[in-house]
């Protein structure tokens, strides 16, 4: 038998009954963070970044590929990893599927990395991804928006004790904890209006958990993500579980 | 100049910083139902239930394929929004679908099988997939009580009389609803373990996580409207 702890219909249809309503309210919770997350300001971008793109380089502007909105997934992949970060692979696994969602709607979806275009392209070659990739000219654009950060930033975190999951990544990307966490993770949204880019919003860390469509899907499943007291964290890059399909 | 309003940096961040709080309270929000999620009672199956699938006919613990829990994405076909004889599959639920193969390697690496069933026969389920190029599993429920019992299917008695769709009663309900159901398998006994149906099916399309972010967020005329299948955007032509 096993230890959960187990009903008749009536009694599941019950509990069921009571959690949907706080299921509902919290869709209508975030649609209300929907509306708001629209009000925000906009802020002109005025600086003048660069990208090196597959078709040459290029402005922010131009990313936008001529539809009237930008999403950049600030992927981690630093110009000394050898490949690019665990967590944000899982992500862009689950990008591909939006990609022709999100242009009927107008929106340009991508990634943008501080390491050099042909090491990008080479690790997206071995993922099977599509998606455009453009590499950061100089490192102002990660920079601004905290995306990357300095040996004098990193060294109280570094002198402290490196969770074990960051070594875990670390390893995995083909580098120390120090050039790993050089890099951080973000998603950063734009609109082009009158040939004016803006800034409208910009997330990270668990903000990022929305781009993890795994973790929606694990949240309804009977016993959920079981992260928990877990001594190596279980996420590994698509080709490298056991079973990989 | 755009028409929405702008503003400097410094008062970008006084607001954003104000919607943050507001949307960890909503993540925290949302941890604590899946903890309530988690706590559901399981309700133990003992019908049988019978699919066709690419390895034959397979029981409901079949379909865990060794692993410990499994989900079932009810998948609306031969009947649906946009439907006809050339494009059998819903464009709901193709939308929905075309979300499986990114996350699916990742759900197996945490114990979790992800299939789609319909009711179809599956050939007809194995030509839209490769029409779609999907590889997830998908299998037909033609002739089993499965989609029915898990409230994503109505009898033509329902459809007339009433049933219960998303937990609650609706006079007359249509032939299919979508819909997802979760089971996990212990000592050989399968359980159900939670479904959920209508914007509940919304949490697995990234796609409208990533709109919700976007500049000008769904800007939907009318809900659904804008859904094509992804094959059918004027661009994918």
Request: glycine letters at 8%.
């Amino acid at each position: 038998m096993t230890e959960h702890r187990i009903g008749t219909q009536d009694e599941w249809e019950a509990e069921r009954g009571e959690l949907l309503k706080e299921e509902k309210e919290l869709t209508r919770r975030g649609d209300e963070l929907t509306r708001k997350r629209l009000e925000l300001p906009w802020v002109q971008v005025e600086k003048e970044y660069s990208f090196e793109t597959e078709d040459g380089t290029k402005s922010l502007p131009e990313l936008f590929d001529g539809r009237s909105q930008l999403l950049i997934y600030h992927f981690m992949f630093g110009p000394v990893y050898e490949a690019g970060c665990t967590v944000c692979s899982s992500i862009t696994d689950t990008i591909a599927a939006n990609v022709p969602h999100l242009a009927a709607r107008d929106v340009t979806m991508m990634l943008v990395s501080r390491a050099p275009l042909e090491k990008l392209l080479a690790y997206r070659e071995r993922m099977g991804w599509s998606l455009n990739w453009a590499s950061t000219v100089g490192d102002d654009f990660n920079r601004d928006l905290g995306f990357v950060n300095t040996p004098e930033e990193l060294r109280p975190f570094l002198e402290g004790d490196i969770p074990p999951v960051v070594e875990q990544m670390a390893k995995a990307s083909g580098t120390d904890a120090a050039g790993y966490v050089a890099e951080g993770p973000g998603l950063s949204a734009y609109a082009l209006s009158d040939g004016a880019v803006y800034r409208t919003y910009v997330t990270t860390a668990r903000g990022l958990e929305p781009a993890m469509g795994y973790y929606g899907l694990l949240d309804r499943a009977p016993r959920g993500r079981h992260e928990q007291g877990e001594a190596e964290h279980w996420l590994r890059r698509h080709d490298e579980y056991a079973d990989a399909v | 100049m755009t028409d929405h309003k702008t503003g400097t940096r410094d008062e970008w961040l006084a607001a954003r910083l104000e919607l943050l709080e507001a949307e960890k309270q909503h993540m925290r929000q949302g941890d604590e139902l899946v903890r309530r999620r988690q706590e559901l009672p399981w309700v133990a199956i003992e019908k049988e239930y019978v699919f066709e699938t690419d390895d034959g006919r397979t029981t409901l613990a079949e379909l865990f394929d060794g692993r410990s829990q499994l989900l079932v994405y009810h998948f609306m076909f031969g009947f649906g929004f946009r439907v006809d004889e050339q494009n059998p599959g819903c464009t709901g639920c193709s939308f929905v679908a075309d979300h499986f193969d990114g996350v699916r390697p990742h759900l197996n690496g945490d114990d979790v099988t992800l299939v789609a069933e319909s009711i179809a026969p599956l050939e007809q389920l194995h030509a839209y997939a490769e029409r779609m190029e999907w590889t997830f599993p998908w299998v037909s429920s033609l002739g089993s009580d499965f989609k029915y019992d898990f409230g994503a299917a109505f009898t033509e008695e329902q459809q007339r009389n009433g049933a219960e769709y998303n937990f609650r009663h609706v006079d007359a309900p249509p032939p299919q609803r979508e819909g997802m159901s979760a089971f996990a398998i212990d000592h050989g006994v399968v359980h159900h373990s939670y479904s959920t149906y209508d914007r509940g099916v919304e949490q697995l399309m990234g796609t409208y996580r990533y709109l919700d972010l976007a500049p000008l967020g769904r800007k939907e005329e009318a809900p659904a409207a804008w859904w094509r299948r992804h094959d059918e955007y004027e661009e994918a032509r």
